[in-house]
């Protein structure tokens, strides 16, 4: 399985991701978390890293591409991944639909979840009182939904075009919103949707 999944922040990608990996038994690979653990090992290049996402921008594309490629490369030749937050942008899609051009491994199926913005907001809110995210805070949280409206809407059509966008309600419990993206799959037919079918 090769997947990926779309979604703008709070709609719960990072919980989807984890639970369609393990049933799939794909790798799971979170850009943000990537960025975050690299952001974490310092230097000059983990300092800009740092800054963007602090202010809730998108880290520069090369920068993203230079350490997401890697991983991507190494699960594709393990049986596939779920993307979870990259592509986020139309260069970064491009550069990711030939680099599995490539390598004979291109894009199955691309999962855009959607909740209203007010749900959105309030998830994420919620969650800054947990995690103490440094991005998770009132205006950052704004200018993040504005961030993912602006530049990663325009994948919505992208991947439509492609015949491979499926769109699931995320303002619903996480089990449903994973049968949901279940049945999308099944109605894409997909090889290989089937076999593995119990994710979460
Ligand atoms: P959320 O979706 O809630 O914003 P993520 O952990 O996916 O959480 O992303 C956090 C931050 O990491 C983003 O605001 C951005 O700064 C950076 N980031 C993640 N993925 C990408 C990407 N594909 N391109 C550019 N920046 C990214």
Do not use: C, N
């Not at 991701?17 to 975050?36: K, N, P, S, T």
């Amino acid at each position: 399985m090769r997947l990926l999944l779309l979604a703008p922040p709070g709609a719960g990608k990072g919980t989807q991701g984890q639970r369609l990996a393990a049933g799939f038994r794909v790798r799971h690979i979170a850009a943000g978390d990537l960025l975050r653990a690299e952001a974490g090992a310092g230097g000059p290049l983990g300092r800009e890293i740092a800054a963007h996402q602090a202010r809730g921008d998108l880290v520069p594309d090369q920068i993203v591409l230079d350490v997401l490629t890697p991983a991507v490369v190494a699960a594709a030749a393990q049986g596939g991944y779920i993307l979870d937050g990259f592509p986020r942008t139309l260069p970064q899609a491009t550069a990711a639909a030939e680099l599995a051009a490539r390598l004979g491994v291109t894009l199955q199926a691309a999962v855009y979840l959607h909740a209203p913005g007010k749900v959105l907001t309030r998830r994420l809110l919620d969650r800054a009182s947990q995690d103490g995210r440094a991005d998770d805070k009132a205006d950052v949280i704004r200018h993040r939904l504005e961030v993912f409206a602006e530049t990663t809407g325009p994948l919505v059509p992208y991947y439509t075009e492609r015949g491979i966008l499926i769109t699931v309600d995320a303002d619903q419990p996480p089990e449903s919103v994973t049968a949901d993206i279940q049945a999308g799959l099944a109605a894409l037919s997909l090889p290989g949707s089937h076999g593995h079918g119990s994710a979460g």
